[in-house]
């Protein structure tokens, strides 16, 4: 089979690796890639929000099957573009997309049926934001209602961050029209976990559950980004839990989304915060997390290809998925200044040998690698257990050089001190 894959980051590297391994991959486009995902596929320089360039290309390659990974193109609806020109593709379309795309959306789902999650007002004036501000209780979460690359949500400690986090939302507009509205939510305390779930829309197969370290910094500090690393499996998400999720929270979902007619098939994203009185949805993605599957795809002993085909076809309840009993580990290098601003251009110096490394932000002149965005790569390693896993990232981390380069220092280290699992 001919795959076109869309998308140019660390994550659809990880996804490509991955359908190469498939007995029925033939050929894959990555659309558009970038200088690392050149190894391992052609890449063809069309942006994925450029959804008439994407579909042109569809029509003149004609490929067997499309997996279509970013936010963006789902939610402007590129699965429903392609599969009207008869190209079957891996994720939901627009109006399954929106579970992602609008968390008000979404906050109002979970009402609706019953899935936990946290206390929430939804405002449009920033007026009546600030109003509200000053009857709740603090910490609290403000979150912009659409995309914002993973960097729309923020944790205040009082009423001043709460309004300047409001301000620069709905009044400067920094997310653009995705600011427009917010949310204003309870703050909830407990361990994060990150699942990413197979669904066709009535089966849902649980990945492995994994950590993810948002903040820039070591100790959890810093700015929000997109993800400074990531350890699979999270230790906290014991059987015990992964069973109460299913019932309360996973199928409840899949349930719910096909009783509001947006069947939702692909890849289902769940935050999850384990509170004092159970597990609650921080957020949903409506595709795989970026790191989050670069620790979850090398754990996957089943054939990827095989699984999206099922996804695709509603028979995910018969398809094979096997999961690895290992441990991963991603550590991020990052451009130094990420996730504000940061010089680009530096030469990456990688390991001549095999090791998962999947680039992120590079792009290729010549025979040189360069560094083109903020976080470059990230260095992953498997092992028994999890300390061998982080030990052997940050070794593999340690032999990868780029000038101006970054990483934070403690991934894994929460979840090494966590109760072993259940």
């Given at each position: 089979m001919n795959i076109m894959v869309i998308g140019g980051g660390g994550r659809e590297h990880a996804v490509v690796k991955s359908l190469k391994k498939s007995?029925?991959?033939?050929?894959?486009?990555c659309l558009p890639g970038n200088g690392g995902i050149a190894a391992d596929c052609a890449c063809v320089p069309i942006q994925a929000t450029d959804l008439d360039g994407v579909v042109a290309f569809a029509k003149e390659h004609a490929p067997d099957f499309a997996v279509v990974t970013p936010d963006d193109p789902l939610c402007m609806g590129l699965v429903d573009r392609l599969e009207a020109i008869g190209v079957p593709c891996f994720g939901p379309r627009a109006n399954a997309a929106i579970i992602e795309g609008s968390k008000v959306f979404s906050k109002e789902l979970m009402q609706k049926y019953g899935i936990p999650t946290a206390k929430s007002r939804a405002f449009t004036?920033?007026?009546?934001?600030?109003?509200?501000?000053?009857t709740t209780t603090y910490p609290a979460v403000v979150k912009a209602d659409g995309l914002a690359l993973g960097k729309g949500v923020r944790i205040v400690r009082d009423s001043a961050e709460a309004e300047t986090a409001v301000r620069e939302m709905m009044v400067e507009k920094v997310f653009g029209e995705s600011g427009a509205r917010v949310l204003i939510e309870e703050f909830l305390e407990g361990p994060e976990v990150s699942v990413l779930a197979f669904t066709d829309g009535n089966t849902i197969v649980p990945m492995v559950s994994s950590m993810d370290h948002k903040r820039a910094w070591d100790g959890d500090e810093g700015p929000n980004t997109g993800g400074m690393g990531t350890v699979a499996p999270n230790p906290?998400?014991?059987?015990?839990?992964?069973?109460?999720?299913?019932?309360?929270?996973?199928?409840?979902?899949?349930?719910?989304?096909?009783?509001?007619?947006?069947?939702?098939?692909?890849?289902?994203?769940?935050?999850?915060?384990?509170?004092?009185?159970?597990?609650?949805?921080?957020?949903?993605?409506?595709r795989f997390g970026d790191p989050e599957t670069q620790v979850v795809l090398p754990l996957l002993e089943s054939d990827?290809?095989?699984?999206?085909?099922?996804?695709?076809?509603?028979?995910?309840?018969?398809?094979?998925?096997?999961?690895?009993?290992?441990?991963?580990?991603?550590?991020?290098?990052?451009?130094?200044?990420?996730?504000?601003?940061?010089?680009?251009?530096?030469?990456?110096?990688?390991?001549?040998?095999?090791?998962?490394?999947?680039?992120?932000?590079?792009?290729?002149?010549?025979?040189?690698?360069?560094?083109a965005g903020g976080r470059v790569l990230g260095a992953v390693a498997t092992a028994e257990?999890?300390?061998?896993?982080?030990?052997?990232?940050?070794?593999?981390?340690?032999?990868?050089?780029?000038?101006?380069?970054?990483?934070?220092?403690d991934i894994g280290a929460r979840a090494l001190r966590a109760k072993p699992r259940a």
């Open positions: 007995k029925r991959c033939e050929k894959i486009w004036s920033p007026e009546a934001a600030l109003a509200y501000l000053k906290y998400y014991t059987k015990e839990i992964a069973e109460r999720c299913m019932r309360e929270i996973f199928l409840p979902t899949v349930a719910a989304m096909h009783a509001e007619g947006r069947t939702f098939r692909g890849c289902l994203y769940f935050g999850l915060m384990l509170t004092g009185e159970g597990p609650k949805v921080i957020e949903y993605n409506c990827l290809l095989e699984i999206m085909l099922a996804v695709r076809a509603g028979t995910l309840r018969a398809a094979d998925v096997k999961f690895s009993q290992k441990s991963a580990c991603c550590v991020v290098l990052a451009s130094r200044g990420y996730p504000k601003s940061y010089k680009m251009g530096y030469e990456i110096s990688l390991p001549v040998t095999g090791e998962e490394i999947y680039i992120a932000g590079a792009k290729r002149e010549g025979e040189r690698l360069l560094t257990d999890l300390a061998t896993a982080v030990k052997n990232a940050y070794a593999l981390a340690g032999r990868i050089g780029f000038e101006n380069a970054y990483m934070r220092s």
